[in-house]
């Protein structure tokens, strides 16, 4: 079991739903993310996503894709991902962190060392944006045979049909794409998303978070009353990028809180 | 008759060409993807859309090309026979339009609105905004930003049919830049919007789907080498970037054990330095664009830019079938220079009166090669894929004339 189930509990014993924060590793150097990423777990964030830099990220929108070569430039490699998560576990014991990225990192990685070596750094899953249900076999089963979570991404555009097979074999949580679109557009419609958050629910029995396009804290507590989870990428890495580590702490601790206090009242 | 082999028999049902191929792509795009897979599988033995296909081929793609004996050529290389298969005479001056016209056809079967593509030198962009146009479709192309500055004929051609250009500045503004907007562009709009790729590669259904359109290139090859001498020929040659046209040259081919099939990568500055496109004879296997094929890599996973002289071969990965026929043998892979393109690109015009694209070039420079192995018993096949004009102004600068 990872750290996710026990923090998603938690959220749900509590009546809040969870902020997820993401950060693209190495952007703009190793020694900036381990701040932002101690930072971002001591200003609220329930989980963390750490990208994972490729040169071809297809689903990413401009700021994630211009933090990716930012990232790449000053020479991130999974490698150097993994040992930022290692020691982002000396001081954070408890607060979950699932790499997210494209697949040929760890496909030239290879799929069982990766895994193993994500295990030992204090990973606790991955979401890979280019291998839909259809092609994660290799990739799951070494996750599962390390306890890692494999994290199913859902989309507007999968249908009640299909939805089933997108999340039988997920674990941890579900992501929720919130629009079709690439990461940082513009989000869908609050109704919209709480149907297809029920669904997805009903469909996995898992949590489920809802990503792309989240901005603004009133935005991040629309989606806290219909979502178990809020995730929030580019406006982070925007804030890192624009104005520094502070700035993007500050406005993690404003989503963060937004989030957790949406249901209270 | 020959023995059939299986080598035509794939993709099998999950788009994989032996473990390579397949559909890695976004949640989003999924959907899309199967929807795409079933509809040209209904439509592949439609009668009525494959008349129309060959309609549109004969009428407005001027096909069948003819199969050309290139008498001085063979001479000037002391060996084998060699034939052309002359592509460069296509509508729009390449095979290109083959791919485009079958599946803008199967984009208004579809109900589409809207047709994308991705484009290098302009090429595929300019086939693809050809067809959009006779069929009325709004057509929006994605070129990187420096393709944009370099291939400016091409960029106001395709204005010219219609459709609107978008300058890519993502990533390093190349050909796989292009790509990865069009498709964020199709995950943006994925209802409406009809991606045409524009090579054997991408998510299946696209390598199997571009490679059945591309094919008229190898069946009207072959019925036509046995018409003119009697027989097939020894071997079959083909440049590859993506691999389109070779892929579409070979695959009829694929169970005539007797035709050796060889695809040309270009070679760049030479497989020896960090500058060329050759991902088979230099790359390794990795997943981008929704497949898993040879791509130029780092030890990283990072996809690392392809350079050719020829910009329509500059792609860092390489169809999936091509990637199979390689690691079971059936295709040989070997690579041209660009100074050996520029070469071959002199001595085609000069002694068969045919100004070769650079693409072919490449493939020219190992039939030179191959016409002495087989000796003048020998013949060989060679798909002329398109025509120079497009380089005149590249290729001028590489010998430093100015124009």
């Known amino acids: 079991m990872t750290r996710l189930t026990p923090t998603f509990d938690h959220l749900s014993s509590q009546n809040r739903a969870g902020f997820v924060a993401y950060v693209m590793a190495g952007d703009p150097d190793a020694g900036t993310t381990l701040e932002t990423l101690r930072g971002l777990a001591d ?17 990413d929108g401009p700021t994630i894709q211009r933090a990716a070569i930012r990232a790449l430039d000053g020479g991130m490699t999974l490698k150097g991902v993994l040992e930022l998560v290692r020691q982002f576990r000396q001081t954070h014991a408890d607060t979950p962190i699932i790499l997210m990225g494209y697949a040929n990192p760890f496909h030239a990685f290879g799929y069982a060392q990766a895994a193993k070596a994500m295990a030992e750094a204090g990973a606790d ?97 629309e989606i806290a009353k219909v979502a178990d989870a809020v995730v929030v990428g580019s406006a982070i890495v925007d804030a890192l990028d624009q104005d520094g580590v502070e700035a993007a702490l500050s406005l993690a601790g404003t989503l963060a809180d937004a989030t957790h206090a949406a249901r209270g009242g | 008759m020959t023995q059939p082999n ?7 049902l999950a788009g994989r060409f032996g473990e390579f191929g ?35 081929s004969r009428d407005f793609v001027g096909r069948p090309s003819p199969l050309y004996f290139a008498e001085r050529l063979t001479e000037e290389f002391g060996g084998a026979q060699i034939w052309f298969k ?65 291939q400016k004929p091409n960029v106001f051609r395709m204005k010219l049919l219609g459709a609107e250009v978008h300058a890519v500045t993502s990533g390093r503004g190349t050909l ?30 696209y390598p199997m789907m571009v490679r059945d359109f591309q094919s008229v290139i190898g069946r009207e090859a072959r019925a036509q080498m046995l018409d003119r001498i009697g027989r097939l020929p020894d071997v079959a040659v083909a440049c590859i970037g993506g691999g389109s046209n070779a892929m579409g040259l070979f695959h009829p081919f694929l169970e005539d054990e007797s035709v050796r099939l060889v695809g040309v ?20 296997p990795g997943i981008l664009h929704g497949n898993k094929t040879y791509l130029l890599q780092d030890e990283d996973g990072q996809i690392t830019e392809g350079h050719s002289i020829s910009a329509g071969l500059d792609y860092p990965g390489i169809g999936p079938e091509h990637a199979f026929l390689h690691d079971m043998g059936r295709a040989e892979y070997r690579s041209a220079t660009d100074a050996e393109a520029l070469e071959m690109f002199q001595l085609c015009s000069k002694l068969e009166g045919i100004i070769p694209a650079l693409e072919p070039a490449h493939a020219l420079a190992r039939v030179r090669d191959l016409a002495k192995e087989l000796g003048k018993d020998g013949t060989i096949l060679m798909n002329m894929c398109g025509r120079g004009d497009k380089d005149v102004f590249s290729v001028a600068g590489a010998l430093g004339v100015e124009l």
């Not at chain 1, 200003?43 to 689903?59: C, H, K, N, Q, S």
């Not at chain 2, 020896?272 to 790359?283: E, F, I, K, Q």
Request: aromatic share 8%; glycine share 10%; with cysteine.
């Open chain 1, 43 to 59: 200003a609220g964030a329930d989980v963390i996503e750490l990208g994972v830099p490729f040169t071809d990220p297809m689903a």
């Open chain 1, 125 to 221: 899953g991955l979401i890979c944006v280019d291998i839909p249900p259809e092609e994660d076999a290799e990739l799951r089963g070494a996750l599962d045979s390390h306890g890692l979570s494999f994290v199913r991404l859902a989309a507007p555009t999968t249908s009640d049909d299909r939805l089933p097979q997108v999340v039988t074999q997920a674990s941890g949580f579900v992501y929720y794409v919130s629009t079709t679109g690439v990461t940082g557009a513009k989000s869908g419609q609050t109704a919209d998303i709480a149907d297809a958050v029920a669904r997805v629910r009903q469909a996995s029995g898992l949590p489920v978070a809802v990503g792309f396009g989240v901005k603004t804290a009133d935005r991040a507590a």
């Open chain 2, 6 to 12: 299986a080598f035509s028999q794939f993709p099998d």
């Open chain 2, 22 to 56: 397949g559909r890695y792509v976004a949640e989003t795009l999924m959907p899309n993807i199967l929807a795409l897979e079933d509809a040209y599988d209904r439509y592949k033995r439609d009668a009525e859309f494959v008349a129309e296909f060959d309609l549109f």
């Open chain 2, 86 to 150: 002359r592509d460069e005479l296509n509508h729009t001056g390449a095979h290109k339009i083959n791919n485009c016209l079958g599946q803008v056809l199967l984009a208004k079967r579809m109900g589409k609105t809207r047709i994308i593509a991705e484009t290098g030198a302009g090429q595929h962009g300019v086939a693809t905004a050809t067809v959009a146009a006779r069929f009325g479709l709004p057509c929006e192309v994605f070129m990187g930003a420096t393709d944009v500055e370099r």
């Open chain 2, 176 to 205: 796989k830049d292009a790509m990865n907007e069009a498709l964020r562009d199709w995950v943006t709009y994925p209802d409406e919007t009809f991606y045409v790729i524009g090579t054997v590669a991408g998510p299946h259904p």
């Open chain 2, 265 to 284: 990568e270009a070679a760049g500055k030479g497989l020896n330095t960090p500058d060329h496109a050759a991902s088979l004879n230099g790359g390794k």
